[in-house]
């Protein structure tokens, strides 16, 4: 499977959450479109690309259950975090609840929306493991103490799963909560579709989601779809950037408000639109050649629990869960914590200091790139290092059993101290091979 991907000979690809890729023949397809795009450049845009947006869109929408006329293309999944966010009209008093493990560009679009509106943040502290019941319960009880104290907690943003640590979250039972207790529910699944079965988003209806359909579908960077269910699309009055699609208020109402909706994101400004263009080969890719998204599903998040262990156990360390498995289930994501101890103070043998971990984590970063052709996307939480690796088609448990030999080796050289000395090494090429 690797071989229909388009890796380099010697790099072993553990982080396909990071910016997802694509297989060989998606980008043997997208130099061909984009050499027809460019052959007629005002023809195809002015004619051809309409219908096969339409086409793409219509693609998507039964992977999240809906009707092809509530699912949008967007660049990424922030640009669409960005665009609800602005879009909805804040009062004080208005509170925006999130946990404290949002995407970090997510919470900025927050702190920003601080500055210029009324409306505030509010983190949810969360203490993993936790079980999906307590971190439901956590959730009611923090808008319920909110609304209290005199707040409105206008809108919740969540993830389908995290990025660090990479867990599930049970979003389908918060997002009812939110139903239950008058609050809109923003869903950030930049690891949902192609990753997670998300047929049931048109049952469950949160109020709006955001999906990368460039990290785990096989479609080139960057393109995401935007799902916001037909009552809520008179919440937007522009779209990101504010194009030709927008109307002032006095005109709007010549238009349905779904005609509307759709012609905001038809055009947002000159970008590259040849991702979204190109769905319907990367889902071709996925039926005709991995079986469909069924055992696509399966063989990731199976090769993830199996090689998510086989690294803990060569580390001596564990994976992040907790007792039900809810954290792991389904996921293709295994975080992995690294056997580094970090204290408070300097200078404690065997340990790195807190202080001391930013140039610590670029001098693994840097080696592991130079000196093993791989990335791990490694992280300080709660105390501990974690590794966060990704399960692929195009990966095997041999991969992993490579990744944890790697990681063994890499932290006993961060313990030792190696990282204060900095610089890397030429490539080995026997490090590359598979241990």
């Keep these: 499977m690797r071989r229909l991907f388009n890796f380099a000979p010697g790099y072993t690809p553990l982080n396909h959450g990071s910016f997802g890729t694509f297989p060989r023949s998606v980008l043997e397809h997208r130099f061909k479109v984009l050499q027809d795009w460019e052959e007629r450049e005002c023809i195809s845009y002015r004619f051809g690309y309409p219908e096969k947006l339409k086409e793409s869109r219509a693609l998507v929408a039964p992977f999240l259950g809906a009707h092809t006329d509530e699912v949008v293309l967007i660049p990424n999944a922030t640009t669409g975090v960005n665009t609800i966010l602005c879009n909805l009209v804040y009062e004080k008093g208005d509170v925006i609840v999130y946990p404290a493990t949002i995407y970090s560009a997510c919470l900025k679009v927050i702190q920003s929306l601080e ?24 959730f009611k009880a923090t808008a319920k103490h909110l609304t209290a104290e005199g707040h409105r907690v206008k809108v919740a943003v969540l993830d389908t799963i995290a990025s660090r640590p990479g867990v599930r979250i049970p979003w389908e039972r918060i997002v009812k909560a ?16 192609g990753h997670l079965d998300m047929t049931h988003t048109g049952t469950l209806k949160p109020d709006f989601l955001v999906t990368n359909l460039h990290k785990w579908l096989f479609v080139p960077r960057g393109c995401a779809a935007l799902y916001v269910p037909f009552a809520n699309q008179h919440l ?7 194009s030709h699609g927008f109307l002032n208020a006095e ?8 005609r509307y909706f759709i012609e905001l994101f038809k055009d947002l400004a000159t970008v590259d639109v040849t991702p979204y263009l190109l769905i319907p080969a990367a889902l071709r890719f996925r039926e005709e050649v991995c079986g469909g998204e069924g055992p696509i599903r399966a063989y990731c998040a199976r090769i993830a629990r199996q090689g998510g262990d086989i690294v803990a156990d060569t580390l001596g360390t564990e994976v992040l ?6 954290l792991r289930w389904g996921s293709a994501f295994a975080n992995v914590r690294l056997p580094i101890p970090v204290v408070e103070g300097r200078d404690v043998e065997g340990a790195l200091s807190v202080a001391d971990l930013e140039p610590a984590l670029e001098w693994l970063f840097t080696i592991a790139a130079k000196e093993y052709d791989t990335y791990f996307q490694t992280f300080f939480f709660q105390g501990v290092l974690w590794t966060r690796l990704s399960a692929q088609v195009y990966l095997d448990l041999d991969d992993f059993s490579w990744a944890g030999i790697t990681l063994k080796e890499l932290s006993a050289r961060l313990r030792s101290g190696e990282w204060k000395k900095g610089g890397a090494k030429a490539v080995p090429r026997h490090r590359l091979a598979k241990l």
């Design 115 to 138: 500055e210029t509106t009324p409306v505030r943040g509010h983190g949810i502290s969360v203490k993993y493991p936790i079980e999906d019941d307590d971190l439901v319960e956590l």
């Design 178 to 193: 939110c139903k239950e207790l008058g609050i809109l529910s923003l869903i950030d699944g930049a690891h949902a579709i």
């Design 236 to 242: 937007f009055r522009t779209a990101l950037p504010t």
């Design 251 to 258: 005109l709007r109402p010549s238009k349905s408000t779904n």
């Design 321 to 326: 869960d907790n007792k039900s498995g809810s």
